[in-house]
Nanobody, 124 residues
Framework: QKKLVESGGGSVQSGGSLRLSCTAT????????IGWFRQGPEREREGVAI????????WYSDSVKGRFTVSQDNDKNTLYLQMNTLKPEDTAMYYC?????????????????WGQGTRVTVSA
């Protein structure tokens, strides 16, 4: 059974940085896309950064382009999200999610495996 566990959230001031990690366990061979989503207060869950290893795609939402970088260490089955120049509007619960469907799709419904989330709070 696949399991995703996030870590690395916390509180930081505006302009600061954080790095999130997501470790996947179980059989991950069938996963194509894995990425980060977030859900802020009274907001819908939205995609932040997604990487697709089999279909060779990487995607960032416009709101984080140039500030966030997604990467993965296949040896450790770990996905990272380096977040720089954080803004108060980045405050949210951040989730790692994985999809076994082939090809990039940024809709949360496309992803069948989810972690429990890690909270990021950015103060002004």
């Amino acid at each position: 059974q696949k399991k995703l566990v996030e870590s690395g959230g916390g509180s930081v001031q505006s302009g600061g940085s954080l790095r999130l990690s997501c470790t996947a366990t179980g059989n991950t061979d069938s996963i194509d896309c894995i990425g980060w989503f977030r859900q802020g207060p009274e907001r819908e869950r939205e995609g932040v950064a997604i990487i697709c290893t089999q279909s060779y795609r990487t995607w960032y939402s416009d709101s984080v382009k140039g500030r966030f970088t997604v990467s993965q260490d296949n040896d450790k089955n770990t996905l990272y999200l380096q977040m720089n120049t954080l803004k108060p509007e980045d405050t949210a619960m951040y989730y790692c999610a994985a999809s076994e469907l082939y090809g990039l799709n940024t809709a949360p419904s496309y992803f069948s495996h989810w972690g429990q989330g890690t909270r990021v709070t950015v103060s002004a």
